[in-house]
């Protein structure tokens, strides 16, 4: 060996020295653990089965869970969720943001009244709204009384939020939806009231974070663009439709992506909310139905690791659609 | 007394209004001669106006729960809330014998009168922490010549009934009762804030070194290398759950503090976001601690460390953060109260205490207050940390 090949050998083993404590970690917790639940996912195997006596089935844990109607009604409830809660808190956070990005008093505490939500822990936001959302004692039904009662002079029927397995749309408009496969109906009924009470304490949460990175977005917009805007005296309207939302939209559709991710995640606020999966299994989402068939009850980890792998695909579906529009903005490379 | 009510509605009213008027006037040319003038006006108030709104919104669950944690079980569970704590009136146990529950009608009616009534129920009786067969039980005891004649088995039933800033204590012991005096909220404080602390660092650590080897070094694979970490960021965490418990399960360290720690002791996020740091590290600074005989290791320890603390920081918080939060996996991989982290302890104290919700947001209010705190002294890292990864 010559002297620079002994060099470069050197470097070699001192750069995989130094990967080494962190790539061991990864091949043994990251990467055997997706292989071995794709395995798993194969097998007939519970926790209460001693190794060695599972069998293989193939595919039928994923042919299983499809005929299933509690993971489809998870799978709905999961979508739900998105459905209803990531545009809203993208909307509001946006109008957050635009009314911060001013030289505004107080701008700091309103910053930091907007994002503490986001600090703070799942487990204890969720059990002070299952608190403001109590049927006897909370402040939404409290509000809604003093509205109806004392001020227009209704009658208020106390409503049981987090019980309450109707359909919003359902609920405020009067229909009754005629129940067809699949929880698919010709009407929308909306999510069930008790998810909208988790859809609200996910939105009030989430704002503060997607508004400090829509800011950050505002103050990366050239502000030459609003100037040459106002000498051709352009609206506030129009300049927010054709400055603002066209330059912040890479912002604003990764926002959207990873809201998206982080919505078919959900699991916590439905874990303390309604513990046993909500009224009529409204509540339940695929992580939360996951985890009540992987690690309650029967302990099924084949047929939960086979649930996880389908909530895999869905998310690198997503991951994907976001790498296509993103790829040639990202800079991964060396 | 101004109906409090009455002010919170029209408070509502103004707000619904100003979001109206504040989205109409935005919108409103700007050259409608004399418009102009008290649109300005009218938008910069809208303005605070719908921030301030905003701000309530946010905040209220907030000073709710601090305010409930003060409260005792029937005001936390009455239907007609109190906002401020002046207003608050603390009353006998329900369940004290009837005489004394009359007299104490009577007191608190006076009391409303405007008269000075000497003995008060509160200031009558005294609290005590009661240790029984190893289980921490809060106890009221009657003081020493009080009007009243409790009887204090009574009151040892139903301690909680009667308490103020007490709930914390109460709170804090409950756990006891559930587990037979194994464990309380200091146990699960000190698990969360262990594992916290010994993970951050652990994976500073690993995560320093797979950076700078990544940004600093030249070696065969390296991109490939560098892929495949980034391909890990794909896949969701839940996928790994099942796996890993089969894996610690047959190390067996389920229910050890191994499981809480090894697991997540490299973080892809963390790797990539120090790699990007120390690439912009001159490479001057290499030949020259070459030239004074430094080694790698000591180029990263002592050059590069210092000058990146910024971003050892912001991952620091981003890290223990995400460690103290955690709920899905220490709920999968602890069993035995002992291990519990204190999301998982609050958890299990939520099902526990159902709807006792003084107790429930007094255990809240501790558990987000660590937190808080962390996030007022180092708010600078917390936002820009966020602000950076939405402009990757």
Redesign the interface.
């Known amino acids: 060996m010559t002297g620079a090949q002994k060099r470069r050998m050197r470097?070699?083993l001192?750069?995989?020295a130094?990967?080494a404590?962190?790539?061991l970690?990864?091949l043994?917790?990251?990467?055997?653990?997706?292989l071995?639940?794709l395995i798993?996912s194969f097998f007939d195997a519970t926790a209460l089965t001693p190794i060695g006596d599972f069998n293989w089935v193939g595919l039928s844990q994923y042919t299983r869970a499809f005929q299933d109607e509690d993971f489809v009604q998870s799978l709905w409830n999961t979508l739900n969720y998105t459905v209803y809660s990531v545009p809203p808190t993208l909307a509001l956070s946006l109008i957050?943001a635009l009314?911060?990005n001013s030289k505004?008093k107080?701008r700091a505490?309103?910053?930091?009244?907007?994002?503490?939500?986001y600090?703070?822990?799942?487990?204890?936001?969720s059990?002070?709204?299952?608190?403001?959302f109590?049927r006897?004692?909370g402040?939404a039904?409290?509000l809604f009384r003093?509205?109806t009662e004392?001020?227009l002079g209704g009658s208020y029927q106390d409503l049981a939020w987090l019980a309450e397995p109707k359909g919003i749309f359902e609920m405020m408009f009067g229909y009754t939806v005629p129940d067809l496969a699949l929880g698919l109906n010709a009407i929308p009924e909306g999510p069930s009231l008790a998810m909208f009470c988790i859809i609200v304490t996910s939105i009030?949460r989430d704002?503060?974070?997607f508004m400090?990175?829509?800011?950050?977005?505002l103050q990366?917009i050239d502000h030459s663009y609003y100037e040459a805007a106002d000498i051709d005296?352009a609206?506030?309207?129009q300049k927010f439709w054709a400055i603002t939302f066209p330059l912040l939209s890479p912002?604003t559709f990764?926002?959207l992506v990873i809201s998206m991710?982080g919505a078919?995640?959900i699991?916590?606020p439905m874990?303390?909310m309604t513990?046993d999966g909500g009224p009529d299994g409204t509540t339940s989402p695929i992580?939360f139905y996951?985890?009540s068939i992987?690690?309650t009850g029967q302990w099924e980890?084949s047929y939960?690791?086979a649930i996880?792998?389908i909530?895999?695909i869905i998310?690198?579906v997503l991951?994907v659609a976001q790498n296509r529009v993103f790829g040639k903005k990202?800079e991964?490379?060396? | 007394m101004i109906d409090l009510q009455f002010i919170a509605f029209l408070f509502l009213l103004l707000n619904v209004a100003a979001i109206a008027a504040v989205t109409v006037i935005y919108y409103l040319p700007e050259r409608t001669g004399r418009l102009i003038k008290i649109s300005r006006a009218c938008k910069s108030f809208l303005l605070y106006e719908t921030l301030v709104a905003g701000a309530l919104f946010m905040l209220l669950p907030f000073y709710w729960m601090v305010v409930t944690s003060f409260k005792d079980a029937e005001m936390a569970s009455s239907p007609n809330p109190i906002f401020l704590p002046q207003h608050m009136e603390y009353r006998y146990p329900a369940n004290a014998p009837e005489a004394d529950q009359q007299a104490v009608m009577v007191l608190s009616q006076r009391r409303r009168q405007g008269e000075t009534v000497d003995v008060a129920p509160v200031e009558d009786v005294d609290f005590v922490l009661e240790e029984t067969d190893g289980i921490t039980r809060p106890r009221l005891q009657p003081k020493e010549g009080s009007l009243f004649q409790v009887d204090p088995e009574m009151l040892a039933s139903d301690p909680v009934n009667r308490l103020d800033g007490r709930n914390f204590l109460v709170a804090w012991f409950r756990p006891e009762e559930a587990t037979r005096g194994r464990v309380n909220f200091g146990q699960y404080f000190w698990v969360s804030s262990f594992t916290g602390i010994v993970s951050t660092f652990g994976t500073l650590i690993t995560s320093a070194l797979a950076a700078f080897a990544f940004a600093k070094m030249r070696f065969w694979g390296k991109g490939a290398f560098f892929y495949i970490v980034l391909l890990t960021m794909m896949v969701p965490g839940q996928v790994l759950l099942i796996p890993n418990f089969l894996i610690l399960a047959k190390i067996g360290w389920l229910d050890t503090y191994f499981a809480l720690i090894v697991p997540y002791l490299a973080s892809v996020f963390t790797i990539f976001l120090m790699r990007q740091f120390f690439m912009g590290v001159p490479d001057d600074l290499w030949d020259a601690a070459q030239i004074d005989g430094a080694g790698r290791f000591r180029f990263l320890w002592q050059i590069i460390t210092p000058l990146s603390k910024p971003v050892y920081i912001t991952a620091g918080i981003f890290l223990f953060l995400g460690n103290w939060n955690a709920l899905l996996w220490p709920l999968i991989v602890t069993s035995s109260p002992e291990m519990r982290t204190l999301m998982v302890g609050l958890q299990a104290f939520s099902q526990d205490a159902g709807s006792e919700f003084h107790l429930l947001m007094a255990a809240s209010t501790m558990a987000i207050l660590p937190i808080v705190i962390l996030f007022f002294l180092m708010q600078r890292f917390f936002i820009q940390g966020i602000a950076r990864t939405g402009l990757k």
């Open positions: 470097d070699q001192e750069a995989f130094y990967l404590p962190a790539g970690i990864l043994i917790f990251w990467f055997l653990p997706v071995l639940a798993v957050a009314l911060l505004i107080g505490f309103f910053r930091t009244a907007f994002f503490l939500p600090v703070t822990t799942w487990v204890a936001i059990i002070v709204w299952t608190y403001l109590n006897e004692a402040l039904n409290w003093v509205i004392d001020i009030w704002i503060g974070y400090i990175i829509f800011l950050a977005g990366s005296g609206t506030p309207f912002v990764f926002l991710i078919f995640k699991f916590v874990l303390v513990p992580v996951m985890y992987g690690f980890l939960a690791s996880a792998y909530l895999t998310i690198l991951t990202v991964y490379g060396q």
